[in-house]
């Protein structure tokens, strides 16, 4: 092994530790949800208490399959969507649009934005609003697209 493989594997190995610490401390890794099993997701802690769940593009497509969630899309500005999407406002006006949401807060409701940091923030929101069945498209519409899902219209605002 040459000086320069010797100096980089410890780097590497320490640098993939950080990466797990922060994956258990940020509520641990990919886990089938207890309400969908064999689907892998991820719960997130929110400050204050309760959870939200992050969930995958390839996921997110099987759950659509089968819709039985309201799926809202969150980003500024509006541009580009998730075909079944069913509303879209902005991720920071989450409490003036409540009305629109359901009634019954342990209704499942999946956000999403471009990148899904405007999704975690609304996911916040909601989880602090008593809303208990919260789920969040990590990496939002650039993970769909990734995982080779095109985009779509958008609903309206």
Same mark, same amino acid.
């Given at each position: ?31 089938? %949800?207890?309400?969908?099993?064999? /689907? ?6 929110? #400050? !204050? $208490?309760?959870?939200? &769940? +992050? ?9 659509? %399959?089968?819709?039985?969630?309201? /799926? ?6 509006? #541009? !580009? $969507?998730?075909?079944? &999407? +069913? ?71």
């Amino acid at each position: 092994m040459g000086p320069m493989r010797r100096l980089l594997n410890p780097v590497l190995a320490l640098g993939c530790l950080g990466i797990a610490g922060v994956l258990v401390l940020a509520g641990g890794g990919w886990e089938p %949800a207890a309400a969908e099993a064999g /689907l892998q997701t991820r719960t997130v802690a929110v #400050e !204050g $208490g309760g959870r939200y &769940t +992050d969930v995958s593009a390839t996921v997110l497509a099987r759950m659509l %399959a089968k819709k039985n969630f309201l /799926l809202v899309n969150v980003h500024i500005p509006l #541009e !580009g $969507g998730i075909a079944g &999407t +069913d509303l879209a406002f902005p991720f920071n006006q989450v409490e003036a649009n409540l009305a629109r949401l359901p009634a019954d807060k342990s209704a499942r409701v999946v956000l999403y934005c471009r990148s899904g940091s405007m999704s975690s923030i609304a996911a916040r929101a909601l989880v602090k609003m008593g809303f208990t069945n919260v789920w969040n498209l990590d990496g939002g519409m650039i993970a769909w697209q990734e995982a080779g899902r095109p985009l779509a219209g958008t609903a309206k605002r």
